[in-house]
């Protein structure tokens, strides 16, 4: 899913950079062609950096999750917090088999992309079991 989603990025971008170049003949044939080895690149590299660096494990007390490329983002969601859990399908996600856990907070929401549907229903329903249970005071 990452792969195709750089994919459309990059055919945006080589597409604006042809229709710059043929407007300012200085331009061309260098802004074309650089844009299209960066695009070739970031399509091959970004999406496997991507999936090489996204983590997250559901633990006993909260939910963590650690991704990004250059700058790694480390969350952890005490389950304690969370007040709402959806699963969210989208046209995208469906092309590749896969949905979006969203998990919301009072702080914001969290998410965890391209998991499989029964998976995510697996994940959501073990962190609603762990709401239902009452406090250990």
């Given at each position: 899913m990452?792969f195709w989603e750089?994919?459309?990025i990059?055919?945006?971008?080589?597409?604006?950079?042809?229709?710059?170049?043929m407007?300012?003949?200085?331009l061309?044939?260098?802004?074309p062609?650089?844009?299209v080895?960066t695009?070739?690149?970031?399509?091959?590299?970004?999406?496997?950096m991507?999936?090489?660096?996204?983590?997250w494990g559901?633990?006993?007390?909260e939910?963590?999750?650690?991704h990004?490329?250059?700058?790694?983002?480390?969350?952890?969601?005490?389950?304690?917090?969370?007040q709402?859990?959806a699963?969210?399908?989208t046209?995208w996600?469906?092309?590749?088999g896969?949905?979006v856990?969203r998990?919301h907070?009072?702080a914001?929401?969290t998410?965890?992309?391209g998991l499989?549907?029964t998976?995510?229903?697996?994940?959501r329903?073990?962190?609603?079991?762990?709401l239902?249970?009452?406090?250990?005071?």
């Amino acid at each position: 899913m990452w792969f195709w989603e750089e994919t459309a990025i990059g055919l945006v971008v080589v597409a604006v950079a042809f229709g710059l170049a043929m407007g300012f003949d200085v331009l061309m044939p260098w802004l074309p062609l650089l844009a299209v080895v960066t695009e070739l690149a970031s399509v091959l590299l970004i999406p496997r950096m991507r999936h090489a660096r996204w983590r997250w494990g559901l633990g006993e007390e909260e939910l963590e999750l650690r991704h990004g490329i250059w700058k790694v983002t480390w969350t952890v969601v005490p389950l304690t917090r969370i007040q709402h859990v959806a699963v969210q399908r989208t046209g995208w996600t469906r092309t590749f088999g896969l949905v979006v856990l969203r998990v919301h907070t009072a702080a914001g929401a969290t998410t965890i992309p391209g998991l499989q549907p029964t998976q995510a229903d697996d994940v959501r329903d073990r962190i609603l079991a762990r709401l239902r249970t009452p406090d250990d005071l």
